[in-house]
């Protein structure tokens, strides 16, 4: 038996992950204490569906839909969810998160999601904000050497090579693998020595 303690401290940090999303609705402390299914369920409905919706969006492309669903089919989605999109195991089985109990668990596991869509939601906050900057310091060997030179053009007598550049802008030329990348620069610094 878990102590009271415990689950308060749970439902403290709870609250508190609830403020930084702003949930709007009255949230019923008492069921989730007692670990109750039904007060569980419009938390983590709002945090996946209204919450972020770059988020959502992308949970509809990924063809998760979460609105108008019962609740056992939406427990399901939800663990598709967390296991495609961001790779979690959860700590309950959905026999266990749809039943009473388990409260500390289950408030635990609402705030690991809340967590999870947090940092999900800033990732695509920060990407919508600079869609053409890629931060290359990630992978160090991106620009190392391309995989297809351009082709030498004499029409283009200011420079040696010819850019395939479509009319958008972007380039038709595939960025390089990693691995050939990888290759490529170690066999060019062996070959220098």
């Not at 609105?67 to 939406?74: E, Q, W």
């Not at 309950?92 to 500390?104: N, R």
């Not at 992978?139 to 030179?149: D, G, I, L, V």
Request: with cysteine.
């Amino acid at each position: 038996m878990l102590s009271a303690g415990n689950v308060q401290s749970c439902l403290r940090k709870l609250e508190a992950l609830l403020r930084v999303i702003k949930y709007p609705s009255d949230v019923d402390y008492s069921g989730l204490s007692k670990g109750d299914p039904s007060s569980f369920l419009p938390i983590v409905s709002f945090t996946l569906t209204t919450f972020s919706p770059p988020f959502a969006e992308q949970l509809v492309a990924a063809g998760l839909e979460l609105s108008g669903k019962t609740d056992l089919r939406f427990t399901d989605t939800l663990y598709k969810v967390l296991r495609d999109i961001f790779h979690y195991k959860p700590i309950l089985t959905k026999e266990q998160f749809l039943q009473w109990g388990f409260s500390q668990r289950k408030i635990s596991f609402i705030c690991d999601i809340i967590n999870l869509v947090l940092q999900r939601h800033k990732q695509l906050h920060k990407a919508s904000k600079n869609p053409f900057v890629e931060d290359h310091r990630r992978n160090p060997f991106y620009f190392a050497y391309p995989a297809k030179r351009d082709t030498f053009s004499a029409d283009n007598e200011g420079s040696a090579y010819r850019s395939e550049i479509s009319p958008s802008g972007a380039s038709e030329i595939p960025a390089p693998d990693e691995e050939e990348s990888k290759e490529s620069f170690l066999n060019a610094s062996v070959m220098k020595k």
